[in-house]
């Protein structure tokens, strides 16, 4: 299992969290598998989906993981069963010091208060017959919580903070945008203040100018709260701004984890060398111009997953051993510490970019700088 180390120069975390640097999620060993089941009145089990099929992660106290993979591979799954939406069939989620895997829902209202999520879809997470002040008041009210100030009056703090209009709190959410949509399901999530939200592709319905909003509110906020994420999204651009670690998984499992600099520039699975080869770069001269890698076949299904390693069916570099053992999630010769990767015959790491080079597209996130900070 992966560990979360802080950054040079990290601010203390916020009073009321873990010092920064500190773990504030531990999963271990996850894992859910829906049953097939076949039968009207005597129903039978024949099969089972293997959605999320042992998958290890930690994230620190005002931290960013970023989860990312193909659809299907696990990942929204994975957000469900951290925030305890989805019983999980095996494994261990340890939340705040607590372990809240199996924690009666009757007591889940406490976890809940620091564990929120933000939705992928902006248009069916909101109730469409309650107003803007309804939606965010409602889990101050259900967890009986009363600000000073009234919770008509926190409602409308939260909607400025998310750069909304106050005055929009008796609206509903149909007259709206999806952007707006969004920032709203945003305020819903900070109503409580929590330590940690996942975030499921929260700007995947978007259009690229309104995800660059989003996800430069996301950083301000984390900032100025000391929140930390789980990041879900296909959109590895997103990710690369984002994020500090980084999660790949393929049907079910995380094949490769490492901090964003490493895995953007010294990749050692080649699921991940395939994902990063079809990220678009802001080149127009094509000097660092990348080889294309098109992977073979179909994503197999996880009704009846490959022996061994998951990925082989669609590899280059498979080889016999790869179909009879399963590679184990570990620290290679010559990766940095901290940096996991699940493969037997694993890329040879290239000469390591500096973090500078790594070029943000302004089309992206909305703003000129680099990953070292803004220009």
Known sequence: MSTTQPLPGQQSAPAGQPPAGENLLEVSGLRKHFPIRHGIVFQRQIGAVHAVDGVDFTVGAGRTLGLVGESGCGKSTTGRLVTRLLEPTAGTVVFDGEDITHTPVTRMKEARRNLQMIFQDPYSSLNPRHTVGTIVETPMRLNGINPPQGHKRRAQELLETVGLNPEHYNRYPNEFSGGQRQRIGIARALALK??????????????????????????????????????????????????????????????????????????????????????????????????????????????????????????????????????????????????????????????????????????????????????
């Open 194 to 375: 929590p330590k940690l939200i996942v975030a499921d592709e929260p700007v995947s319905a978007l259009d690229v100018s309104i995800q660059a909003q989003v996800v430069n509110l996301l950083q301000d906020l984390q900032r100025e709260f000391g929140i930390a994420f789980v990041f879900i999204a296909h959109d590895l651009a997103v990710v690369r701004h984002f994020c500090e670690r980084v999660a790949v998984m393929y049907l079910g499992k995380i094949v490769e984890i490492a901090d964003r600099q490493t895995l953007y520039t010294r990749p050692r699975h080649p699921y991940t060398h395939a994902l990063l080869s079809a990220v678009p770069e802001a080149d127009p001269d094509g000097i660092r111009r990348r080889e294309r890698i098109r992977l073979a076949g179909d994503v197999p299904s996880p009704v009846d997953p490959p022996s061994g390693c998951r990925f082989r069916t669609r590899c280059w570099k498979a080889r016999e051993r790869c179909v009879t053992e399963e590679p184990p999630l570990v620290r290679l010769g010559g990766s940095p510490d901290g940096h996991l990767t699940a493969c037997h015959f694993p890329e040879e790491p290239t000469i390591e970019a500096r973090e500078e080079d790594i070029v943000l597209d302004p089309a992206v996130t909305g703003r000129e700088e680099t990953a070292a900070g803004t220009a």
